[in-house]
Nanobody, 114 residues
Framework: QGQLVESGGGLVQPGGSLRLSCAASGFTFSMYGMNWYRQAPGKERELVAGITSAGGYTNYADSVKGRFTISRDNAKNTVYLQMNSLKPEDTAVYYC???????WGQGTQVTVSS
């Protein structure tokens, strides 16, 4: 089955940065593409960024292009989301997701507020 555990969320001021981490266990992490999603209160969950299994291709939602960077370290079974120039509208619970496995983490809260 496997498990995904997110960390790194918190409260940050507008314009600040955070780095989210998602540690995977219980499955062969390097074989799976990974995604970061987010869900704000009262809104549907949306795809933020994705990365292929070897890390050679990434994709981003238009709303975060140029500000967020997804990366992975297959030796550490971890995927990251570096978030810069944060805006209040980035406030949400952020989830990592293992593609083709239907596996989700529990989420980590990101709040951007002054």
């Amino acid at each position: 089955q496997g498990q995904l555990v997110e960390s790194g969320g918190g409260l940050v001021q507008p314009g600040g940065s955070l780095r989210l981490s998602c540690a995977a266990s219980g499955f062969t992490f390097s074989m799976y593409g990974m995604n970061w999603y987010r869900q704000a209160p009262g809104k549907e969950r949306e795809l933020v960024a994705g990365i292929t299994s070897a890390g050679g291709y990434t994709n981003y939602a238009d709303s975060v292009k140029g500000r967020f960077t997804i990366s992975r370290d297959n030796a550490k079974n971890t995927v990251y989301l570096q978030m810069n120039s944060l805006k209040p509208e980035d406030t949400a619970v952020y989830y990592c997701h293992a593609r083709s496995r239907g596996l989700w983490g529990q989420g980590t809260q990101v709040t951007v507020s002054s």
